[in-house]
């Protein structure tokens, strides 16, 4: 059986233009996963996004490329080339969004006759607009254009011990600097879809403590799984407990999503005399737009304005040895036929 590994991260637009743009957002907020209404009238909302949305999503863009690139696509490109030293088996690259797409994966691993793909989704978290969103699609095109191609999946890995490790130490000279406070900011999601992603029906957001009680939801609540990760990593790093706290960025709409909000805890944080903040973001193993220019411009900017005086971000994973290596145990381990969990 010939064996291949293959990487799936959120996508980009293909360049800063308006046009480009448009077409990355009309892909990505279609998307049934990502705002989940009926057809019609999830075409009639993102309709009304993308009047002025792509000109300013366009100038957001513009902070942040890189004369490579998009920097998601770039360090993702990187990240697949590196683990392709350390594998004997092909590695592919997709795009959930955009290129890289997954058709054109999909089509160079049946060009290498290729029939048992190994699916890593490039979110550490099980949400229903990201990790299940990207494992359908790939199924999906796989039944498409390789029905007899085997997709075995890694299953979300927010609190495993190799990607804990990797962060910690991705944070450790930053950690050694010194900070008041250290914001754990993932990325939000609406409290519907947790409601959507529970398998009991009666569980995620039901108490205020429900993440805390055990729950056969939380192989699927990204909530639950986000606490896991900041957990693990204060363990891990010996950070005091009251010396963090957990948020949630990126919201869209008027509906409530996960709380608390990242901008709302930006300002609150110096008034409360925490002036020296610390930001880290484990739901991105890749920086992009909402790491360098939400967190590291636009929620600088909110934090300073509101009293703050030193504000620092630790960089995604990206290219990280220890990141690198857990990649690589995972794929050794769907080599051995191992279980993935």
């Known amino acids: 059986m010939n064996k291949a590994v293959l990487l799936v991260n959120l996508g980009s637009p293909d360049s800063t233009s308006v046009g480009d743009v448009r077409r990355y957002l009309n892909e990505f907020l279609m998307d049934g996963r990502v705002i989940d209404t009926p057809w019609l009238l999830r075409r009639f909302i993102v309709g009304m996004i993308l009047i002025n949305r792509p000109k300013e999503s366009a100038h957001a863009?513009?902070?942040?490329?890189?004369?490579?690139?998009?920097?998601?696509?770039?360090?993702s490109r990187k990240v697949q080339a590196?683990?392709?030293?350390?594998?004997?088996?092909?590695?592919?690259?997709?795009?959930r969004y955009q290129h890289p797409s997954i058709e054109s994966a999909i089509r160079k691993l049946v060009e290498q006759k290729i029939?048992?793909?190994?699916?890593?989704?490039?979110?550490?978290?099980?949400?229903?607009?990201?990790?299940?969103?990207?494992?359908v699609r790939v199924r999906e095109v796989a039944r498409q254009i390789a029905p007899n191609m085997k997709v075995v999946v890694q299953p979300p890995y927010g609190?495993?011990?190799?990607?804990?490790?990797?962060?910690?130490?991705?944070?450790?000279?930053?950690?050694?600097a010194g900070f008041d406070h250290l914001l754990f900011s993932f990325h939000g999601i609406p409290e519907r879809h947790l409601h959507k992603s529970d398998p009991t029906g009666g569980h995620c957001l039901i108490?205020?403590?429900?993440?805390?009680?055990?729950s056969p939801a939380h192989a699927t609540c990204y909530r639950a799984q986000c606490f896991k990760t900041m957990a693990a990593f204060v363990e891990q790093a010996a950070i005091p407990a009251n010396q963090c706290s957990i948020s949630f960025q990126s919201r869209l709409g008027r509906d409530p999503w996960l709380k608390p909000y990242t901008d709302f805890e930006l300002m609150e944080l110096p008034r409360r005399g925490l002036k020296k903040l610390l930001v880290i973001c484990p739901s991105f193993v890749s920086d992009c737009l909402e790491t360098l220019e939400e967190?590291?411009?636009?929620?600088?900017?909110?934090?300073?304005?509101?009293?703050?005086?030193?504000?620092?971000?630790?960089?995604c994973l990206n290219e990280h040895p220890l990141w690198l290596?857990?990649?690589?145990?995972?794929v050794r381990?769907?080599?051995?036929?191992?279980s993935l969990t």
């Open 61 to 75: 863009y513009q902070s942040i490329w890189t004369k490579e690139g998009s920097p998601l696509i770039v360090t």
């Open 82 to 95: 590196k683990l392709q030293e350390r594998v004997t088996v092909p590695v592919e690259l997709a795009m």
């Open 115 to 135: 029939d048992k793909t190994f699916l890593i989704p490039l979110f550490p978290h099980y949400a229903m607009s990201s990790y299940e969103t990207a494992v």
């Open 159 to 176: 609190d495993a011990p190799d990607y804990i490790a990797a962060l910690a130490d991705s944070a450790a000279n930053h950690l050694e």
């Open 207 to 214: 108490a205020p403590n429900c993440c805390e009680t055990a």
């Open 295 to 315: 967190i590291g411009i636009r929620r600088r900017k909110t934090f300073l304005e509101a009293g703050g005086k030193e504000f620092a971000q630790i960089p």
């Open 325 to 330: 290596a857990a990649l690589e145990k995972m």
């Open 333 to 338: 381990r769907f080599l051995k036929n191992e």
